[in-house]
């Protein structure tokens, strides 16, 4: 149990005292109660806003409440002084051998220390990437599948059982214009000349593998066989080889997905009708017409009976078509349909969207929210697109693709980690810019190697400490100066910080937090440069230097902790 949790337990403890002494009712909601470090570290370790919101309900002024908390509070071991502040903050200053027996909680717990049960097991289902299957993926899927991938390991590390999915687009018109394509570099690899690619067609030399598959399997059948012939064949090969190669991207960025789900097998399911026959017996989908669209004058608009689905009752501004007027689904009918299919083998779901998607969110929340009685916790993440920068400028790299800069490329160029973590340096619905010399510049200006060489240099320490024969026995924390235990402090936070990430679904919170730790780290490590007393490493005093190390160590467990959680390893050499 970490610092902060206890406490939790021990404000809990608190309010059954006071109820058991009728000193406030004993059916007070707890839930909103928080503990955190105050704003500012001079009022104490530990504040708690349990007065503030148990006030009201239990019909007591703040502050006569808080002064009972503090009573109660202040006889545990462990606080040296409790106090009310403003209209009913409480603050507690807690005794040095808390942090001593934090960081030692961080040795004992290792890489599960910040792991959480806040989760309680719920089943989550994050679906992330689900790019079209017309390419490679592209530098702008890129911010999309870590901030989804964090966020599913940040979920799992708080105690939720999550599914990683992929929806497969591969029932729309695109994939009929990725089948054309192929047919025409098909057409080349048996030896035709096919000139310039034509307009709203796919250019880039990835489809030629699986189009030099299909003339050396079917030889010229289908050259010059009507589209109907070849269509659905190409587009069922075409779609394979592309999930191929978008697999083999998303493994470069260390991502995985537990399933991927194809809209086309959706849609030969029944699976929107079956949405659609459920909607209507809810009296959820009715039969309308659409208001004509703005600008359209009486004479260019042709009203069309449509079934609509009532998503004005869920705060959308209209309701919505689920089918064209030939009878084939809208995307919105498709998608509708795939949500009630998520909702039904997952507690909360998630979609990490693009925010060229910002306009449907409206409406397909609208949908969640009837299909599963608003009883799932449905959150849209929108993500910003990256823009390529090296030293500044605008960075052109070589399209591969065709037209546009892969994954691959930007993996290949810089590497993983520093790709994973930049990602994550800002807010996903904040725009970001990649600078391809920045994100490998070694200085402290760049967060990852600034990180990195915290680690490295902790590595370092210890090997140091070993050249020198110093045997590290148990450590003497009572030796941590005050600043070192403002480090601990520091570390405590990080259990919080996951659950606080994890219930605001926003990953890049770990990125900050480490961020603060390394600067934290290598400020203490600089110390030693004009002190040489304050180095970590002593010759001349090895319980001292067992204590610092202790400490250090610390420090690289939670940087590697959170690392893992955005996916990027902790390197232990940097040259």
Known sequence: MTLFSRFSDHIGAALDALAARGAVPGDLDRSAISVEPPRDPAHGDVATNAAMVLAKPAGMNPRALADLFVAELGALDEVTEASVAGPGFIN?????????????????????????TMGQGRRVNVEYVSANPTGPMHVGHCRGAVVGDALAALLEYAGHDVIREYYVNDAGAQVDVLARSVHMRYREALGQEIGAIPEGLYPGDYLMPVASKLAVEYGDRFVGAPESAWLGLFRAEAVSAMMDMIRADLAKLGIHHDLFSSEAELQAEGKPAAAEKWLREHDLVYDGQLEAPKGETPEDWEPVELPLFRSTQFGDDQDRPIRKSDGSWTYFGADLAYHFQKSQNADELIDIWGADHAGTVKR????????????????????????????????????????????????????????????????????????????????????????????????????????????????????????????????????????????????????????????????????????????????????????????????????????????????EEMN
């Open 364 to 571: 397909i929340k609208a949908a969640v929210a009837a299909l599963t009685g608003g009883k799932t916790r449905f959150d849209v993440k929108l993500v910003q697109m990256v823009r390529l920068l090296k030293n500044g400028e605008p960075f052109k790299m070589s399209k591969r693709a065709g037209n546009f800069v892969t994954l691959a490329d930007v993996v290949d160029e810089v590497g993983k980690e520093a790709v994973r973590f930049t990602m994550l340096t800002r807010k996903a619905d904040a725009q970001m810019d990649f600078d391809f010399a920045k994100v490998v510049e070694a200085s402290r200006d760049n967060p990852v190697w600034y990180l990195q060489y915290a680690n490295a240099r902790i590595s370092r320490l210890r090997k140091k400490a070993a050249d020198a024969g110093i045997d590290l026995p148990a450590p003497a924390p009572a030796r941590l100066t005050d600043h070192e235990l403002g480090l601990v402090k520091l570390l405590a936070q990080f259990p919080r910080i996951v659950e606080s990430a994890a219930s605001a679904r926003e990953p890049h919170r770990i990125a900050f937090y480490l961020a603060d730790v390394a600067a934290a780290f290598h400020a203490w490590y600089n110390l030693g440069n004009d002190d040489p007393s304050a180095r970590i490493v002593l010759d001349n005093d090895p319980e001292l230097t067992a204590t610092r190390l202790y400490l250090a160590d610390g420090i690289g467990q939670v940087i590697r902790n959170g690392l893992s959680l955005m996916g990027v390893e902790a390197l």
């Open 92 to 116: 507690l200053r807690l005794a040095d051998d808390s942090w001593r027996d934090e960081l030692a909680l961080i040795f004992s717990e290792g890489g599960d220390y910040g792991r959480s």
